[in-house]
């Protein structure tokens, strides 16, 4: 059995394909996109659709 670990963050999605003993067998990330949201600084917004779609391209590679 393989290990899938996934790290969603706010810059985007990296998924890691490990074995039982711990040899990485695929690693890939996708970047996400941030709105800045303009007057309102240190704010930003994300669409969570664009998180799905990063993870499936992440774990498509």
């Given amino acids: ?3 899938l670990g996934i790290d969603l963050g706010t ?3 990296r998924c890691l394909l490990v074995d039982p003993d711990g ?3 695929s690693e890939s ?3 996400l996109e941030n709105r800045n ?4 600084a ?3 917004e994300q669409d969570p659709r ?3 779609l990063a993870l499936e ?3 498509d590679h």
């Fill in 1 to 3: 059995m393989n290990f």
């Fill in 11 to 13: 810059g985007g999605v």
């Fill in 23 to 25: 040899t990485i067998l």
């Fill in 29 to 31: 990330s996708q970047e």
């Fill in 37 to 40: 949201l303009g007057r309102e």
């Fill in 42 to 44: 240190g704010r930003s």
């Fill in 50 to 52: 664009e998180w799905v």
């Fill in 57 to 59: 391209g992440a774990m």
